[in-house]
């Protein structure tokens, strides 16, 4: 989802550091891992990269997940000297969501591929996470967890499942729960994945009408109106469509999307979302843009609300890439709450 803001020219410095900073990528076997519907990823694997060092005491490591179709080789860019997630200062673990392509997922399984893949939901993301961070790297605790758009519902979802494991969390154009509109648009793009699979349809056009529709709702319409020209439609689309529709894998796409669909911290507890916020023990900075298309701002706006955080709103026409074209302002946002005491 985040993927698109990559692209942008207010994100060129960010690219150009993000080849200077990349870490290796790395994996953890986590072997046979159960998820909540009962269902089990085979020989589940889960993929990492780290920024900076871990110090003597264990306690400035940061976990960062992905965002929607993102994986860890672009969360770099936000890593470094005076980024949300400093390096010089953090320990930082940026960690592949199940489902992107690196970590298991639908197009990387061989046990479990494409249509055989189990689902999951946010919890699972987690859950894996969870077991990563404490068997595959020893750490009993995290100084914070920080994610953006997908990454911001896991970081909900931290906040809600291990409330005693991180000091801080940061959520960024995410949500503990979907809103009407946020469902009717990713079901929208459920509809047309299945119906395009169903069909037979190639799988990169079924991925070019996933593209339009990703595109129609990541910006506001003022934003198209009056930065893009209408001119340069055709060719711009298509140029989008072709890179979109060539980096997503349909059945990654699917799984993840399902995922969001079925986010809700408060499930467990009968959809009581005071229930939920009581079990939060972190101290936490939710980041929204009021104009977000595509993350409905509500729920972490109530939320934030419940549990007594702090809230940084954006109020621009980029809609959910709104963090990007503030990115320095963000930025110091959040290294201000996480050096508060």
Not at 91 to 99: P, Q, R, Y
Request: net charge negative; aromatic share 10%; hydrophobic share 40%.
């Amino acid at each position: 989802m985040l993927k698109r803001f990559t692209a942008s020219v207010v994100f060129v410095l960010i690219l150009f550091n993000t080849l200077l900073a990349q870490s290796p990528q790395k994996f953890a076997q986590l072997g046979d891992f159960k998820l909540e519907n009962g269902e089990v990823v085979r020989d589940c694997v889960i993929g990492y990269r780290t920024y900076g060092k871990l110090n003597a005491d264990k306690s400035n490591a940061m976990l960062f997940p992905t965002w929607f179709g993102g994986n860890s080789a672009g969360l770099a860019g936000l890593i470094g000297p005076g980024r949300m997630a400093d390096s010089t200062k953090y320990f930082v673990i940026g960690v592949d969501a199940l489902g992107d392509g690196v970590s298991s997922s639908p197009s990387n399984s061989k046990l479990q591929p494409d249509e055989h893949f189990p689902q999951f939901d946010i919890r699972d993301m987690v859950n894996s996470q969870h077991e990563f961070v404490t068997k595959s790297l020893g750490l009993k605790h995290l100084f914070c967890v920080i994610g953006g758009s997908m990454g911001g519902m896991q970081t909900f979802q931290w906040i809600v499942s291990y409330p005693g494991f991180m000091d801080k969390a940061v959520a960024w154009v995410g949500s503990p729960k979907l809103t009407f509109y946020d469902l009717l648009l990713w079901n929208t793009e459920l509809q047309i994945i299945d119906t395009g699979l169903k069909c037979h349809a190639p799988e990169m056009d079924i991925m070019k009408a996933i593209a339009d529709i990703t595109e129609l709702n990541i910006r506001t319409p003022e934003f198209y109106a009056t930065k893009m020209e209408p001119e340069k439609f055709y060719g711009d689309i298509k140029e989008y469509q072709d890179s979109f529709s060539s980096e997503f894998n349909v059945y990654d796409w699917r799984s993840q999307l399902k995922a969001m669909i079925a986010h809700n911290v408060s499930a467990p507890y009968n959809d009581d979302m005071k229930a939920a916020a009581s079990r939060v023990k972190a101290e936490v900075l939710s980041i929204v843009n009021l104009q977000d298309h595509m993350v409905n701002p509500l729920p972490a706006i109530e939320f934030a609300r419940l549990i007594h955080a702090e809230t940084f709103e954006l109020n621009n026409d980029c809609g959910h890439l709104g963090p990007g074209c503030e990115i320095d302002t963000v930025d110091q946002v959040i290294n201000k709450f996480l050096e508060e005491k």
